[in-house]
């Protein structure tokens, strides 16, 4: 999932030529999802995800292995081994808001204490994140001069749904956070799959730098990677591609 204002291909198209560096890689399939940052609410884009989710995974439909008439591959005789779900910035709160409704249907649907039982497939995921704004945007630096010199557009901005949802104070950031650390810490491991792994972008100028307790250990750039780079990886950057496949760099 893309960040606020960003575009699905253009932020992850990087990763296209990923097969020629593992075994891995050849063996998965990417899908680059798209939303209307700008207009749509966090909360209804994580419920659309998850919505649609049960459309690709566990079985991928034989459609979509069909590009201009031509087949990239043959259908697999078996579903998908694993789901991974990878985020930047908007896109890592929107993938914590899905992962929160599908946990929240699970618990209520069965009604599971802490006792509870191995959980759907959709919630058996690996979740990575590049910089998310789980904690909120607090533009630093370059940017916050930028927003303090364009006042319009920084007042355009604040039209958004999102960008209100983003402020460091708000009901949704505290709640999502809350809510996801309480429900991974009873219902471990069965929900383990909450849990993200984060690459934080640095210097990071975007979003404010803080995880969930829950969450595994963050690692921090070596190379110097700004908020929009640090989830393109390049010939001289591959950290982006290692990240994903095993949640490390």
């Given amino acids: 999932m893309h960040g606020f204002g960003g575009r699905a291909v253009k932020t992850w198209d990087d990763f296209a030529d990923s097969g020629e560096g593992s075994a891995w890689w050849r063996a998965s399939d990417m899908l680059f999802v798209g939303y209307h940052s700008l207009t749509e609410q966090p909360g ?90 789980s904690a909120g945007f607090q533009p630093a630096g370059s940017l916050a001069l930028a927003t303090s010199l364009r006042p319009l557009a920084y007042a355009l901005l604040r039209i958004a749904p999102a960008f209100s949802a983003l402020q460091g104070d708000s009901d949704l950031l505290t709640r999502t956070r809350a809510q996801t650390e309480t429900m991974v810490a009873v219902h471990a ?26 969450d595994y250990e963050a690692k921090s750039l070596v190379p110097k990677r700004d908020h929009v780079a640090v989830c393109k990886p390049s010939d001289t950057y591959q950290e982006p591609r290692t990240f994903v496949e095993m949640g490390t760099h």
């Fill in 189 to 214: 491991p069965a929900l383990d799959g909450m849990r993200a792994h984060i690459l934080w972008a640095r210097p990071e100028n975007v979003v404010v730098r803080d995880g969930y307790d829950t």
């Fill in 44 to 133: 209804e884009t994580a419920s659309w995800l998850r919505q649609r989710l049960v459309d690709f995974y566990p079985w991928l439909p034989p459609s979509l292995l069909v590009r201009s008439g031509v087949a990239v591959r043959p259908p697999a005789e078996d579903p998908y081994r694993e789901l991974i779900l990878v985020g930047h910035s908007l896109g890592g709160l929107v993938l914590r808001l899905a992962l929160l409704q599908l946990a929240r249907e699970w618990l209520s649907a069965v009604h599971l204490g802490p006792s509870a039982g191995p959980s759907p497939a959709l919630l058996q995921t690996e979740l990575r994140l590049f910089s998310p704004a």
